[in-house]
Antibody, heavy 120, light 111 residues
């Protein structure tokens, strides 16, 4: 079955750019939408955005000015960049596949999540 | 403040039934499918219900979903201690640009 694994630095300095990669195994990344979702400690889930394997993206309006997503089909990976980070960006970051027609459905499966802390 | 409103907590005894509500508007729940996620402590969320009332393979029929107008409901019957978790609803919202929104989450305690 498809499995997702997030990777990237666990510590990022304020004002710098957070960079994460999600590697998809057990299936092809093609022809699906893929999303990033984050969760600050003790708080709820926040959708960051989604990307199709063509490179088409949709972002959360509240984060849009700082978010860039990309996809590398040759490596079965997609990535997240979040610029100008502050302590408020400290969270567990999850990647997930978007189900349903045209990616309008649900998130399944999810990666295990990776904690990113923003601190100097 | 989440766009979708869920009760912060619910509780019930083992074997009992509980429902968790998710209230939205015409720009989200009213015109889109709802999905539900279970997050056990220290783990990633897991899909429970998609397209309002469908269960992925492996999800027991103790879990059910429904939608009416701008609200959705998750039902859990035959509660087990292993059901203690946070539950989130989610759907697309088209109020500004198209984007996904989650409810604030509901902590289920099985007494």
């Amino acid at each position: 079955q498809v499995q997702l694994q997030e990777s990237g630095p666990g510590l990022v300095k304020p004002s710098e750019t957070l960079s994460l990669t999600c590697t998809v195994s057990g299936g092809s990344i093609s022809s699906y939408y893929w999303s990033w979702i984050r969760q600050p400690a003790g708080k709820g889930l926040e959708w960051i955005g989604r990307i199709y394997t063509s490179g088409s993206t949709n972002y959360n309006p509240s984060l849009k000015s700082r978010v860039t997503m990309s996809v590398d089909t040759s490596k079965n990976q997609f990535s997240l960049k979040l610029s100008s980070v502050t302590a408020a960006d400290t969270a567990v970051y999850y990647c997930a596949r978007v189900g349903g027609a045209a990616g309008t459905g649900w998130f399944d499966p999810w990666g295990q999540g990776t904690l990113v802390t923003v601190s100097s | 403040q989440s766009v979708l409103t869920q009760p912060p907590s619910v509780s019930a005894a083992p074997g009992q039934k509980v429902t968790i509500s998710c209230s939205g508007s015409s720009s989200n729940i009213g015109n889109n499918y709802v999905s539900w996620y279970q997050q056990l402590p220290g783990t990633a969320p897991k899909l429970l219900i998609y397209e309002n009332n469908k269960r992925p393979s492996g999800i027991p029929d103790r879990f059910s979903g429904s939608k009416s107008g701008t609200s959705a409901t998750l039902g859990i019957t035959g509660l087990q201690t292993g059901d203690e978790a946070d539950y989130y609803c989610g759907t697309w919202d088209s109020s500004l640009s198209v984007h996904w929104v989650f409810g604030g989450g509901t902590k289920l305690t099985v007494l």
